[in-house]
C-alpha cells in the first residue's frame, strides 16, 4: 500500500517522483497514521486528495514538528474549476526564492553542551497533513507576498548518547529563484477546534523500520534455505539410487548370461592374447556392455 485514506481524503509520500510504501497503519475515525522509509539526500513532496470537494478545506503541513505550509482547497459546488489535489514539497524563503524539502542524517556530537538532547522529546521524525474546515468569505486572486520569519528547517545536532542519534531528519535543500505565483486569496474563518482529518507519516531509516519488524524482512529463496549438509545428503541419496540402479541391471545380465550355452564373464589382462592372458569363454550374444567409468 502507499497512501492513507479516510472518506474522501486521501494522502501519500513521493521521494524524488516515487510514491513511499507505507507499513504499519493505524487509523480512526479522524485520523491515520503510518511508516515510510527515509533516504538521506532525497527530496520529497507531501501530496493529497479530496475526491469530493464537498466543503473548503484548510491544510496545515507540519514537518519535526514546525508548520511549512497552510493552503486552502475550496470546495466544488461554487469553485468547480478549482484543483481537487495539492503536492507540497518546498517552503518558500523570499517572494523570489524558496527550498526544498530533503531528508537529512542528524548530526552527531560528543559535545557535552548538546547533553541536553538525551532526555529531551525532540519532536523529529513526523510529517504530518492536517485539514481543517472553515467558512469562506471571500476569494481574491492575487500575488503571493512572504512573510517572513517562520520556522526553518535546520540540521539538528545531538549528543551522541541521544535516542535520535543515528535517525533522519528534514532539512531545507539550497535555495533557488522562483518568482511568486498567483494564488486564491480566501478570507473566511476556522469551524472546529481540532483537525476535520489527521495523516502522520513517521519516517526512519529503512534498516531501522526493518530491524523493528515495522518492515517485513526479505523471504530467503529454496535453495539458500536449504543448510549445506542436507543439500550434501540430497546428493548422497541421488548417487547411492544411481549405483542400486546399475546393480540390478548388472544382475540382471548376470542371470541373462547364464541362459546362454558356453557363456562366461570376460576376463582381460594387459599384455600378450596368447597364454594365460586370454579370454576363457566367448561374449555372450547380445549382451550390454556397462560403462562404469562416469562414476
Not at 38 to 44: D, E, L
Not at 169 to 183: D, L, M, N, R, T
Request: aromatic letters at 8%; proline letters at 5%; hydrophobic letters at 35%.
Amino acid at each position: 500500500m502507499t497512501s492513507l485514506q479516510i472518506g474522501e481524503y486521501s494522502a501519500w509520500v513521493a521521494i524524488e517522483g516515487v510514491t513511499a510504501p507505507v507499513y504499519n497503519i493505524e487509523k480512526t475515525s479522524s485520523s491515520a497514521s503510518c511508516w515510510i522509509a527515509s533516504q538521506v539526500g532525497k527530496k520529497f513532496a507531501l501530496n493529497w486528495y479530496n475526491t469530493e470537494r464537498r466543503i473548503p478545506i484548510q491544510a496545515a503541513v507540519l514537518i519535526d514538528g514546525k508548520v511549512c505550509d497552510n493552503h486552502i482547497m475550496l470546495d466544488a459546488r461554487r469553485y468547480p474549476d478549482k484543483p481537487s489535489g495539492v503536492g507540497i514539497s518546498y517552503a518558500r524563503t523570499s517572494d523570489w526564492t524558496r527550498r526544498d524539502f530533503e531528508f537529512s542524517s542528524i548530526l552527531v556530537s560528543d559535545d557535552d553542551n548538546y547533553l541536553y538532547t538525551v532526555d529531551t522529546s525532540m519532536d523529529i521524525g513526523t510529517i504530518t497533513l492536517q485539514l481543517w474546515r472553515i467558512e469562506i468569505q471571500d476569494v481574491t486572486p492575487q500575488t503571493l507576498h512572504h512573510r517572513y520569519g517562520g520556522a526553518t528547517l535546520d540540521n539538528q545536532i545531538v549528543h551522541e548518547r541521544s535516542k535520535k542519534a543515528g535517525a533522519h531528519h528534514v532539512v531545507y535543500g539550497e535555495e533557488y529563484g522562483s518568482p511568486a505565483p498567483v494564488v486564491d486569496m480566501v478570507r473566511g474563518r476556522v469551524i472546529d477546534s481540532t483537525p476535520f482529518v489527521t495523516f502522520s507519516f513517521k519516517y526512519r531509516p529503512y534498516d531501522v523500520l526493518m530491524a523493528n519488524d515495522i518492515i517485513p524482512r526479505p523471504m530467503l529463496s529454496t535453495c539458500t534455505n536449504v543448510p549445506s549438509s542436507s543439500r550434501n545428503n540430497e546428493v548422497d541419496q541421488k548417487t547411492a539410487a544411481q549405483i542400486k540402479r546399475l546393480e540390478n541391471r548388472l544382475n540382471a545380465l548376470k542371470t541373462k548370461a547364464k541362459l546362454v550355452p558356453h557363456a562366461g564373464v570376460v576376463k582381460r589382462t594387459v599384455g600378450s592374447s596368447k597364454g594365460k592372458g586370454r579370454a576363457r569363454g566367448p561374449i555372450p550374444p547380445n549382451a550390454e556392455i556397462i560403462d562404469l567409468t562416469s562414476l
